[in-house]
């Protein structure tokens, strides 16, 4: 929790900043390395993916080389520009940034001078998530900002149910994590629930599943009582 703290302090701020400045070369931190930041932790496969994007994988390869990024799993250094087939199955390491606040922090000061865009920006990073297959690390990075980002409940529900209606495959890996977030409100939840049912099937055979719905139903029914 310490750590923690050190995301309102303006010194820690403008320390991350100068290790961006020797890291990545540039004054200001960029959309792709804010958006990037909330991918992790990774798993090894999606940074395989990232070969083919160039503008991820420059950045991937960045945060490997200055350590700013570890791998769980023992071995080479990943470069996501030249490996040619994802890890084995069994295998599954994950990349992981050091520590959370120091993606925090630079998501934090790309936003604070675009306060007027926020809603705009955490949807971008939900459809990337999506369309990379991030989906559940994104919602926690985003839960872990919410007060920051001040973002109203409401939006919250446009924003991922737009970004579950151009994604659905990619969001049905993260159903047990959209019943659980702090993003959304229960009536939100319910909502997905009813516009999204592709998502959905098969998910009553899932102990976790049953216990967010009835969850969901106790909260509907205090509401009308």
Sequence with gaps: EDLRDLLGEEDFGTWIARRVQVSFGQKEIGEDLATLMTFFPLEDSVAVDLGDEGRYATLFDKLAQDGWVERDAPGETFDARTAGSAPPDD???????????????????????????????????????????????????????????????????????????????????????????????PGGMLALLKNHPAIWEGSERDTAFQMSLGWLVRWAVRQRA
């Design 91 to 185: 295998a599954s390491p994950l990349w992981r940034i050091v520590h959370d606040v120091f993606a925090d922090q630079i998501v934090l000061r790309y936003f604070e001078p675009r306060s007027n865009r926020r809603t705009h920006f955490a949807g971008h990073i939900l459809r990337e998530a999506g369309r990379l297959d991030c989906v559940n690390s994104a919602i926690q990075s985003l839960q872990r900002l919410v007060e920051e980002l001040q973002i109203a409940a409401p939006d919250w529900f446009t924003l991922v149910d737009e970004a579950i209606r151009e994604n659905p495959a990619a969001w049905r890996a993260a159903r047990d994590t959209i019943l659980r977030t702090s993003l959304l409100e």
